[in-house]
C-alpha cells in the first residue's frame, strides 16, 4: 500500500529549455540548495531521467546494476511525512523552475544565481574580499 499524496513527481522541461541548467539550480553549490529544500519540508527529494547525472558518471549503483529511469526525461521525486509536507516541496521547486523559465534574468533569479556563486566561493574557500 502506497498514500499517493506521500510522494509527488514534479517534471522538469529540460529537453524543451536546454539552455538552462535545471539540476544545477535544483542542486545548488555542492547540492546545498536541495539540502535545504529536504530540511525546511523533511522529505525525500530526487533528481532523476536524463541529465542527471554528472559526465562522467556510468549510471551504474556498486552493485553493478543500473539507476531507474535515466532513459526518462528529468523529474524530481519528492517522498514526505505528509501530503502538506510533499505538497509544499512540489510546489517549491515547481516555483524555481518557473522562475527559471519565465524570468531567468529577473532579479529572482540573479540573486538566487549570486548567492548560489557566494556559496560556492564559501565552500571553496576561494571567498575575496571584493566579492562582499
Same mark, same amino acid.
Given at each position: 500500500y502506497k498514500n499517493s499524496k506521500l510522494e509527488d513527481r514534479v517534471e522538469v522541461p529540460q529537453d524543451e529549455h536546454p539552455q538552462y541548467n535545471f539540476m544545477g539550480l535544483i542542486l545548488g553549490p555542492r547540492g546545498n540548495s536541495l539540502e535545504k529544500?529536504?530540511?525546511?519540508?523533511?522529505?525525500?527529494?530526487? @533528481?532523476?531521467? $536524463?541529465? =542527471?547525472?554528472?559526465?562522467?558518471?556510468?549510471? +551504474?549503483?556498486?552493485?553493478?546494476s543500473k539507476f531507474d529511469a535515466l532513459d526518462e526525461p528529468m523529474h524530481v521525486i519528492i517522498n514526505g511525512p505528509t501530503p502538506e509536507a510533499v505538497k509544499d516541496a512540489g510546489d517549491h521547486i515547481r516555483k524555481l523552475i518557473k522562475?527559471?523559465?519565465?524570468?531567468?534574468?529577473?532579479?529572482?533569479? @540573479?540573486?538566487? $544565481?549570486? =548567492?548560489?556563486?557566494?556559496?560556492?566561493?564559501? +565552500?571553496?574557500?576561494?571567498?575575496?574580499?571584493?566579492?562582499?
Open positions: 529544500i529536504k530540511q525546511k519540508h523533511s522529505c525525500k527529494i530526487v @533528481v532523476k531521467g $536524463r541529465g =542527471s547525472l554528472k559526465d562522467g558518471m556510468t549510471g +551504474l549503483k556498486k552493485d553493478g522562475q527559471q523559465i519565465d524570468d531567468p534574468d529577473g532579479e529572482t533569479m @540573479v540573486a538566487l $544565481r549570486a =548567492s548560489h556563486m557566494h556559496e560556492l566561493a564559501v +565552500l571553496n574557500g576561494t571567498l575575496r574580499d571584493i566579492d562582499m
